[in-house]
């Protein structure tokens, strides 16, 4: 089980270099692509600094689409970490924090937090931040005691807290009966549209650390998956860990809805993938995800802004159309 | 002593800063017009707008309305009125704007609707050092207030003040017929099919159907309820106006669904009428062709006096 460490570096450099430079040519499509249009080489001359300064593609690159190509790689980065947690800890490998519940959860006290008229930061993500902890809770309740590593337990009361969170989300929504109503219904499917450079640096502050403690946490994730006696016997305090992976992929995860809205899949898609390409360490796995992840979804946000003539359709349209064939097509590959 | 001194300081802080708002008055450019707006923002102004994009249909026609057209670089999507706005480039839905388009077409002045527009895009716009002027055109007097506003921002006055009081003149003729009439037929105004949608109290909607002499069942407030069938067969309206988003198609397979409702006095007179929604849709000036269009659909009775 124990690979060597110089082998191990060399994996996890290998992976990084070729998906961060994936993901470098996306965010540069993401950037040079939008509603107006520009040629490549206007881009690259802005991206270098050589353009003319005050132009019209010098505002739309630097303030419109580049503070935009950074959120939707944060959210990717988030989400597609969130789903890799919980495949671990729940030893499922349909676990997600959207199929969990841990999404809808953050939905319900997000839109709770836009009807009280709330701000977007700090208001409403931590509305949405204690709707997630509270389904956390609720969860681990649910399944509580020594029952906590049973997969099934956890995964189908996730399930059932998921259709009651959506139950919610409609009711919540059907009662609302005012203009802002229009603006959830966006968001609910997943909207990155609105995103100014600021908000983007005060969630690359809190989500960052966030993915370096999940990195730190990744060998006691690979000892989990051999079971708990297992793990415990090779020095893993269990509830520990448990306790502080979950808590911090909710933070992480209601960051983002409430900045975002519900993205689906991305979570099980990128992780799957992944795995399937670089093997199920999950050394090399977490930084992937971040890399991979972030990358997918700075592609699906491109199409989102680029496929319709008028106007744009939300993210999560993309990532679900997307998503929801290529998980079936994968689970078929791995029955066989 | 301690006293006195913290009174000489405040005599100083107030003089200090008595001194910096004069300062900061007197360095304010005179060339541009700083005003407040329906938002409560303060706005600066261009002197003379040339590329001025208007957020939502109702800003276009008033803007037309004004003849300040030449003005106008971009529309919103659903800008059909007059027919040389469809040609404008368009930025998105009011509701959904298309960011990078508006800052593409390099506008010095975008006008909004308080609201409609989201609070988000409007600070955006500002950010990016895009002047945003917000009117509250929400019914017949706010559109004549908006476009007194507007007049006054594109240097319209004459036209402004022309058009408000054709307005006036035309709602007072209206009034005047509809008072001859005591009786006030009960009306359900539906401008959603599905799930039934009507308007409330705060509404102009609302308004012009009372100055049309009818009177609005759906009043209340909750500004669009929503109705369930039984709930509008129990209001019994005397008379039904629909205004389908999706073409008058769609207004006959409603009017055939209501037609099943024999108890409902609309249906027994036959009184079920379309409506253009892009005339109740938004409060632009063509409000008062709303109003002139449903007095007559309310009191038919009274305009064939008048022929």
Redesign the interface.
Known sequence: MTIEKPFLLKRILAAATVLSLVLLVVMFLGISM???DSGVKAVFLVLLGKGTPDS?LD??IW???LPRVLLAALVGATLSLGGLVFQALLRNPLAEPYILGISGGSAIGAISGILMGLS?FPGVSLTAFSGSMAILVLLLVMSSGQAILKKDTLLLSGVMVNAFCAAIIMFLVSIT???RL??II?WLMGDL??S?IKQVAILAAILLPCFIVIFYCSHAMNLMLLGKEMAQSMGVNIKVMMVTLLVVTSLMVSLTVSQSGLIGFVGLVIPHLLRLLIGPDHRVLVPACVLGGGAYMVFCDLLARVIPK???MPAGVITALIGAPLFIFLLKRFRQ | MLLESIMKIRRFIIVLLFLMTTCFLGYAPSFARVVTDQLGRRVRLPDNPQRMVALAPSITEIIFALGQEHRLKGVTMHSDHPEAAQKLPKVGSYVRLDLEKIVALKPDLCIAVKDGNPKKVIERLEDLKIPVYAVDARNLNTVMDALREIGQILDANESAEKLIRNMRSRIQRVKTRVSKSAHMPGIFFQIGISPIVSVGTDTFIHEIIVLAGGKNLAKGPVSYPRFSREQVISLSPDILIITPMTGSAAFEKVKAQWSRWPTIPAVQKGRIHLADPNLFDRPSPRLVDALELLSRLIHPELFEEAQ
């Open positions: 939008g509603s107006t019209i505002t739309i303030q419109l689409r977007r009966q005012d203009a229009h603006n966006f549209s609105l100014d008028q106007g744009e």
